[in-house]
């Protein structure tokens, strides 16, 4: 569309059905989508990015281990374009948009990613004229249709027309719509209007969508584009529709504009030559009250010559409940037995940003806690709440007013810290920056230096002239006083609570931009507090604890905490900077063995164990450090026997903890070919590719499992560190062959040459072998990889019961296809 006199503005919109998401174009995300030209007419080269028409919703993805931005039911990116003046033809351009759009686990969308395999193509195009006016064209601009000629040649010339059939195929459909597309009339001369006509015929039950159809209504448009033109020039600016669309309406706030039966699409055309041509793309869908077939394109192309030579027929579409195909290679030889098992659907994957501001809000809240406990502040509640004891008796004044003024002092100086830091890292800068692995290792840097003081190695300290100038101002008393002191407070207690603010606003960078002010606010609304109660209740100062030692443990103990958040970091990064997202240097084994050993290490600290340089000589242990110490040294024991045992813990708290630890895929290549590598997941291995598992099936005569999945999917990592990691379900798959096909990015050690081959077959076998392209997708096969025995598509909300019960599908098929054979074999033998 026009922009100004200089520049053109390109936009591509993408909708998305109820449900799904679609990843932006933040680049350290390499499933992030992606929008390329590949020619471009009219205009000269530009570096402005494209940018989408609203904020994505950035969320924390534990299966991916980062930080991730996401686009709800529809998004427009747009890009600007300068014109080039020294061209006088149209301005065009083409190119693909190539990604992911996965579901959310709602509104009947079973938790599944879909590829946009083949990426989709998108030409668009604008006449010199239209470039040079930015306001839409007045209805008089249009040029008048020249009227038509009275002679019975010219009468019969109109009543022929060039016509040409499409019929697009659907597996498992019976030819449910036929596009007629004629050009009228047939051999026009220079000067003559011309009409190009689209009719399409829709048999029942099905409907197709308006070409005003507004995507945002649950429904894709269709879309007639004319891709190339000779001798022919466009005289109305769309197609008109013979007559208006049906109002359908399938759920609560939601308007369709439909066409049932036939519909007819006209555009005047001008010819202005000889031999005229003319080339375009008809985009639509199909839909009936209860599924919708996929969005497909079609080609079609009238020549210059008397006959008519239409495109190539388009791939056809794929039935979802489709169990087997005859075909040669590794294809189904014939339908499954076992009808495919369907997941249920799960939580939406976007709830866990609420869930996790919710968890950051009393992480928040516990720390202000925790930081009151430390040498620097504790001392100080039993002398300030005394002054405001003090300061009561004086003025005859009840002391709760001043501690209500101290604590929103305190509260201030804290989110006002936050504030700043939310206003200085805007919303999509903020977002770019925790998903860097550059940041990710300053992070790590970060959280070492606070684990090292809090451990007492060094402190940090503000300027004496600081903490002079605060003192002065809070000895002016009353509500200026107050303030002060409280700020005073805030500065002297810096060097304890700088670990506990730091680590904070580092956590809440990789949330969304309020994240930091909530962050501070819960923080010190917690530190805050004791002044308010003990201001309250006098009479419980007498019930504080005494200053002393124990002080120095919290610290040291909260210091060996944050070293565990270092190792997160770090993996992060070591993820993000492999070139094949696979970690390099801290894999899955690694990493939990370092959460292991510093939850022993707190554990044996807080017996007494060892002691610190600061730590004062005791004369025992308290019961309460005793429930500390066992509570961590449980925890390392039970990442221990995760990592070493031969079956990892099948509990709530293992998913938690290997769905934060990187992948575990430990890469093996072997004998020279990439089809030999075989991942480790889990101590179960798998192979990378379907010819080396059917070759080594065939040898064991053992059933195939067979899982597609992807380095970008969230649901993987999820059913990997649920379902799959469950012992019973490791039992089931125990005597099977497992291989798993990567679609979006294979890993392991390969030549690029050979990763791109390995994905090219991996994601033509999907498509053409298992007929569905959503992640995660599982399949029980027989040995040969022939027949496809039973499938699972996307997640199992059930916890593992219907996975299982689809194992036992597939093994059950296989059998009563060996008793059929064997019954077979003997009836022959007696004849």
């Not at 190119?95 to 590829?115: I, N």
């Not at 697009?168 to 009409?195: E, H």
């Not at 500065?491 to 930091?516: N, R």
Request: net charge negative.
């Amino acid at each position: 569309m026009p922009h100004d006199s200089e520049n053109v503005e390109l936009q591509v919109t993408v909708v998305l059905p109820d449900g799904f998401y679609i990843y932006s174009m933040d680049e350290s995300f390499s499933g992030r989508t992606s929008i390329r030209l590949k020619s471009q007419q009219g205009i000269l080269e530009s570096s402005d990015a494209w940018r989408p028409d609203h904020t994505p919703k950035a969320v924390d993805d534990p299966g991916l281990g980062q930080r991730v931005e996401k686009f709800f039911d529809k998004v427009t990116w747009s890009r600007i374009l300068p014109l080039d003046k020294t061209k006088t033809a149209q301005v065009e351009v083409a190119g693909e948009l190539t990604g992911q759009f996965c579901s959310s686990g709602t509104d009947g969308a079973g938790g599944v990613c879909k590829p946009i395999r083949p990426p989709r193509q998108f030409k668009a195009t604008l006449t010199v004229s239209d470039t040079l006016q930015v306001p839409p064209k007045n209805p008089e601009q249009v040029p008048e249709a020249p009227q038509k000629g009275s002679s019975a040649g010219t009468a019969a010339q109109e009543t022929k027309s060039r016509t040409i059939q499409l019929v697009p195929q659907f597996k498992g459909q019976t030819d449910p719509i036929r596009f007629d597309i004629s050009l009228t009339p047939a051999n026009a001369k220079s000067g003559d209007d011309v009409i190009l006509e689209v009719k399409a015929t829709v048999q029942k039950p099905w409907h197709t969508f308006a070409l005003d159809q507004d995507p945002a209504m649950i429904g894709n448009p269709t879309e007639i584009n004319l891709t190339d033109l000779n001798s022919l020039e466009t005289l109305d600016s769309e197609f008109q529709p013979s007559h208006v669309p049906e109002l359908e309406y399938p759920m609560e706030g939601v308007v369709q504009r439909v066409h049932f039966g036939e519909i007819t699409w006209t555009r005047k055309l001008k010819c202005t030559g000889a031999n005229p041509s003319v080339a375009g793309t008809i985009f639509f869908q199909l839909c009936n009250a209860g599924s919708c077939l996929r969005p497909t394109e079609v080609e079609f192309a009238f020549d210059s010559a008397d006959d008519v030579n239409p495109a190539p027929a388009p791939t056809e579409g794929v039935s979802a409940v489709d169990t087997g195909t005859d075909g040669n290679g590794p294809s189904p030889s014939e339908s499954s037995e076992a009808t495919p098992e369907q997941s249920e659907n799960v939580t939406e994957a976007s709830q866990l940003t609420e869930r996790g501001l919710f968890a950051f809000i009393l992480g928040a809240f516990g720390a202000g806690l925790v930081a009151l406990l430390t040498p620097c502040v504790f001392p100080m509640i039993p002398v300030t709440v005394a002054f405001f004891l003090k300061q009561s008796e004086k003025n005859h004044k009840s002391p709760i007013g001043l501690a209500v003024i101290y604590c929103l002092g305190i509260i201030g100086t804290f989110t006002v810290l936050g504030l700043l830091v939310a206003v200085t890292f805007r919303p999509t800068k903020l977002t770019e920056l925790a998903n860097s692995p550059g940041l990710n290792l300053f992070f790590a840097g970060l959280f070492m230096v606070f684990g090292l003081m809090l451990m007492g190695m060094f402190e940090l300290r503000l300027p004496s002239w600081l903490l002079t100038w605060s003192s002065k101002r809070e000895s002016t008393g009353g509500v200026v006083g107050a303030l002060f002191m409280a700020f005073t407070f805030t500065l002297v207690s810096f060097t304890c609570t700088f670990a506990f603010v730091g680590g904070l606003l580092v956590i809440a960078a990789t949330g969304s931009w309020y994240w930091p002010i909530i962050g501070m606010l819960s923080f010190s609304a917690a530190f805050a507090s004791p002044f308010f109660f003990l201001a309250l209740f006098p009479s419980m100062l007498r019930k504080l604890p005494k200053s002393g030692g124990w002080m120095n443990t919290v610290k040291v103990t909260m210091g060996l905490v944050e070293l565990a958040f270092v190792l997160k970091f770090l993996s992060v990064a070591d993820i993000g900077l492999s070139p094949d997202g696979l970690p390099r240097f801290l894999d899955r084994a690694s990493f939990q063995i370092g959460w292991a050993v510093i939850a022993a290490v707190t554990g044996c600290y807080l017996l007494d164990i060892f002691r610190t340089d600061h730590d004062s000589p005791s004369t025992g242990v308290s019961p309460l450090r005793v429930l500390f110490a066992i509570g961590f040294l449980f925890l390392g024991g039970y990442i221990s026997v995760g990592v070493f045992a031969a079956k990892a813990p099948d509990g709530m708290l293992w998913q938690q903890i290997a769905a934060f630890s990187p992948p575990d895929k430990s890469m093996i290549t072997g004998g020279g070919a990439f089809g030999s590598a075989v991942a480790s997941h889990d101590s179960d291995s798998h192979f990378l590719d379907f010819r080396e598992a059917v070759k080594a099936a065939t040898e064991k005569q053992q059933l195939l499992f067979i899982d597609f999945t992807g380095i970008n999917c969230t649901n993987c990592r999820l059913m990997e560190s649920s379902v799959l990691a469950r012992n019973d379900v490791r039992d089931a798959l125990h005597d099977l062959v497992q291989v798993q096909i990567y679609t979006d990015k294979v890993p392991g050690n390969m030549t690029t040459e050979e990763r791109e081959e390995q994905l090219v077959y991996n994601q033509t076998l999907q498509e053409n072998w298992y007929k569905d392209v959503t992640l995660p997708g599982y399949a029980i096969a027989s040995p040969d990889g022939t027949i496809i025995l039973s499938r699972f598509i996307g997640l199992d909300s059930s916890g593992g019961q219907q996975f299982l019960q689809f194992i036992n599908a597939g093994k059950s098929a296989w059998d009563r296809r060996a008793a059929q054979v064997a019954g077979n074999t003997n009836k022959a033998i007696r004849e």
